[in-house]
């Protein structure tokens, strides 16, 4: 079965602390890991799609890093805001297309 | 890009009885998907849709499960006859292409079985 895992389950910072979350995967028959930000009610949002071992994109204070080849990726945020307060999501894609495989997130409570 | 705009966000209904979630809006050139979460639980992949077939399925998408695009803009999900193991927030979700691509997914549609 594959399995996503992430961590922490949850993180409470205070604002203007920079944190860092993990996300695992299978690093057999990789595709690409897809990351989602979803705040309680609304959409989840996609921040990041990577594709490549050494990967590396940037949002504004939110950064991800991919290292396929070992099967994990963290997700970076500098300066925790109090918007910056959501579940973080990672996602495995595909083993079958269109299946993403999703971790459990990582919920993130900023404080001011 | 438009929304995906999700009906109802809430819906309450006695276990066995038939439930329709509904997804705006489509179109023949993206994929369409149903996922779910059970609180406390993953989210986990039911459905995946292209050009008017279903693409891919789950172990949990069922008999007790069908997708329909009943008037050519609409994409719902049907549940024949709810059990309470159904309870979830089911997530649509449209995709330009597949894999590398992103998906923009609606607001959910929270579904509570008694």
């Known amino acids: 079965i594959l399995n996503v895992e992430q961590s922490p389950q949850s993180l409470h910072v205070q604002e203007g602390d920079s944190t860092n979350f993990t996300c695992s995967f299978p690093s057999s028959n990789f595709y690409a890991l897809h990351w989602y930000r979803w705040e309680t009610a609304k959409s989840p949002e996609a921040l990041f799609v990577m594709t490549l071992n050494g990967d590396e994109k940037k949002k504004g204070r939110i950064s991800a890093t991919l290292n396929t080849k070992e099967g994990y990726s963290y997700l970076y945020i500098k300066g925790s805001q109090p918007e910056d307060s959501a579940t973080y999501l990672c996602a495995f894609c595909c083993p079958l297309v269109g299946k993403l495989v999703f971790g459990a997130g990582t919920i993130l409570r900023v404080k001011s | 890009e438009p929304e995906v705009t999700q009906t109802p966000s809430h819906q309450v209904t006695q276990m066995g009885q038939e439930v329709i979630l509904r997804c705006v809006p489509i179109?023949?050139?993206?994929?369409f998907y149903w996922y779910r979460q059970i609180l406390g639980q993953k989210v986990e992949f039911l459905v995946s849709?292209?050009?008017?077939?279903?693409s891919e399925k789950s172990e949990i998408f069922d008999d007790q499960f069908s997708v329909e695009r009943p008037d050519g803009s609409n994409f719902t999900l049907k549940i024949r006859s709810t059990k309470l193991e159904d309870s979830a927030m089911y997530f649509c979700?449209?995709?330009w292409g597949s894999g590398a691509n992103v998906l923009t997914f609606g607001a959910g549609s929270r579904l509570t079985v008694l």
């Open positions: 179109s023949n050139h993206l994929y």
């Open positions: 979700a449209r995709q």
């Open positions: 849709f292209y050009n008017n077939e279903i």
